[in-house]
């Protein structure tokens, strides 16, 4: 069991078969969180998910599916219908049978269903007549389709908008046409009505409805609008230092988060668990069996939830002020405190679905570590004299983020017209790298280079820096990539190879961290002087 609990599942395969060894496994899915069957299924890869997925109940798939097949382009951008992902998932629960595949669509949104109908089909009404001749009676619309990916259901012609969609389509449709045909027969009439028979897959009243349906549904289980975590990131850089100390109070988004969850979260429990379908009468469970399974999927799930509190502990406790003051106001005030760490996990959520790290998504355990720096350097901007009473209430924690994330967000302009300044300044003429120094004064003396940064374009502003390792050692080149970035921080390791590269990052926490700006053009005057 000891061995079992520090397994590193490198194969979905390999996971699967223990997962489907154990006898335990049909109650066990039942009884997973939806977010948590997830995992297991993203772990194991959703091809090959299909005895997961057979054993799962209908509410948990429609939750799983509703975190699957809407996503973002980028962090901070609307959530859209991904029709790919959803035809990947057709294609298990087609494998699972078609009785299966029926009743799972069945219970999927209805808005969700015609988004995804609008996508795939051009459907045309058979019984409508829409035009008419000078010289004769009315006639039917003729469709031209293949016989290869078309089907009459009804009344209605159904034909794939793409040829090689329709093998994984049609078993949806005759399955639905089978068991829930006043259900097909509705979503098909919405494609109509909805204009379907059109070449435009663009997006429909039905996807924005569902769309709608599904933000709300993130919120009532703590999920963060993407829009919503990105205007409260952009605002905290665009307010100034003194009106960000001022707050006093939750910002408009923030209290209806909060407000949401609160209400949302027994109430959804409840449902939850009563939807489940419980153990038969017959069905015996060997709690040892239940133990290996819960120590397997404890091995392979990533559950942030616990890491708020496990950033109280450990010998960096003592070091940060903020660590100290969370752990002295869950001995005085535990009600603060879990209101607090709670603020810890909303504002991962906010960097999670709303900021970028080097162009790509945060992950859920550095969100958390940023959140901590990030709040640890607005305490120490305010200079309080006592770190605690500065999270007794709201805004806490957020406030301190905001603050701190502001410091930190106008790094890279700063930075870069510090380093215009000092490349202005330098004479070179008597140097012997001066043709070094002319075409990189050139470079990131362009407009284009600060407006570029201003507008967060840090991928070309990173070709234009480039020009620097002419003239720097790599650590120096490094660091400034890393403080001309969409999430500034510090270099604290880089490797002694004969190519190196930058094996450890740290993020700001303190003033006394902004010390490393001046360091590094301590370091740039050094290597530029003479």
Known sequence: MAERSVQKYVSGKRLLKDLTDNPALPGFVRSLDPPVLKQLIDKIGVEDAAPLVALSEPTQLAEVLDESLWKSAVPGAPETFDPIEFLRWLEVMLEVGDEFLSERIESLDEDLLAAAFHHYFRVVDLSIKIFEDDDGPAKVHEAASSAESAGLYGSYEVKARFDDEWVTLSPMLDALYLEHPKLLYALLGRCCAAGAFTESRAPSLAELDAADRHARGRETRGFVDPVAARALLETACASSLDELTAESAYDLDTVRYFTIVERAREQAFAEKRAARTPPADDEEVDEGDINELETIVAGVIDDNRSRPVALLTGPEAASSPLQAAL????????????????????????????????????????????????????????????????????????????????????????????????????????????????????????????????????????????????????????????????????????????????????????????????????????????
């Not at 004299?385 to 502001?406: N, Y």
């Not at 140097?431 to 991928?459: C, H, N, Q, T, Y």
């Open 327 to 530: 752990t002295e106001l869950g001995q005085t005030d535990p009600d603060a405190q879990a209101a607090r760490l709670a603020e810890v996990v909303y504002l991962s959520n906010v960097l999670i679905v709303g900021w970028s790290l080097d162009g790509k998504a945060i992950a859920e355990k550095t969100s958390v570590e940023i959140v901590m720096a990030t709040a640890s350097l607005g305490l120490d901007y305010l200079g309080s004299a006592d770190p605690l009473q500065e999270l007794v209430s709201e805004p806490g924690l957020i406030r301190l983020f905001r603050i701190g994330w502001q410091v930190v967000q106008g790094l890279p302009v700063s930075v870069a017209r510090r380093l215009q300044r000092v490349l202005d300044a330098l004479d070179f003429t008597q140097s012997r790298r001066a043709w070094m120094f002319a075409e990189v004064r050139a470079e990131i003396g362009k407009p284009e280079f600060l407006a570029g940064i201003e507008a967060a374009d840090f991928d070309t502003a990173h070709e234009s820096l480039h020009m620097m390792s002419l003239l720097l050692p790599f650590a120096a080149c490094a660091q400034l990539r890393a403080l001309v970035n969409d999430l500034p921080r510090i270099v604290a390791e880089v490797s002694d190879d004969d190519e190196p590269e930058v094996t450890k990052f740290s993020f700001f926490t303190s003033l006394d961290d902004l010390d490393e700006v001046d360091a590094l053009f301590d370091l740039i005057g050094q290597n530029w002087s003479g």
